[in-house]
């Protein structure tokens, strides 16, 4: 059974800082781009960071500086820190795997909050 269990989450000052954690089991790593996802209210989901097998990262323009994101093939697990949170940054972030090898499929957490709020 796969499973991508996102921690890590909750409220936070402007400026504050917080790290998303994800831990992936039932998936072979190392052959996933691991991706994080937010979701706020009202919107379409988004591409926020992305990091391949081979450790490439992508960022969206608006949390480039801000976040980064990070993998430990050796513990199935990729991070998302974030830096300098803005009011806009609130939303629910989700975990992805992704892949293109045939017969493997994409998998989604179940999501944690991001509150960032005085």
């Known amino acids: 059974q796969v499973q991508l269990v996102e921690s890590g989450g909750g409220l936070v000052q402007p400026g504050g800082s917080l790290r998303l954690s994800c831990a992936a089991s039932?998936?072979?790593?190392?052959?996933?781009?691991m991706g994080w996802y937010r979701q706020a209210p009202g919107k379409q989901r988004e591409l926020v960071a992305g990091i391949s097998n081979g450790g490439t990262t992508n960022y969206a323009d608006s949390v480039k500086g801000r976040f980064t994101i990070s993998r430990d093939n050796a513990k199935n697990t990729v991070s998302l820190q974030m830096n300098s949170l803005k009011p806009e940054d609130t939303a629910v972030y989700y975990c992805n795997a992704h892949t293109v090898l045939p017969g493997l499929s994409d998998y989604w957490g179940q999501g944690t909050q991001v509150t960032v709020s005085s």
């Open positions: 039932g998936i072979i790593f190392r052959l996933y781009t």
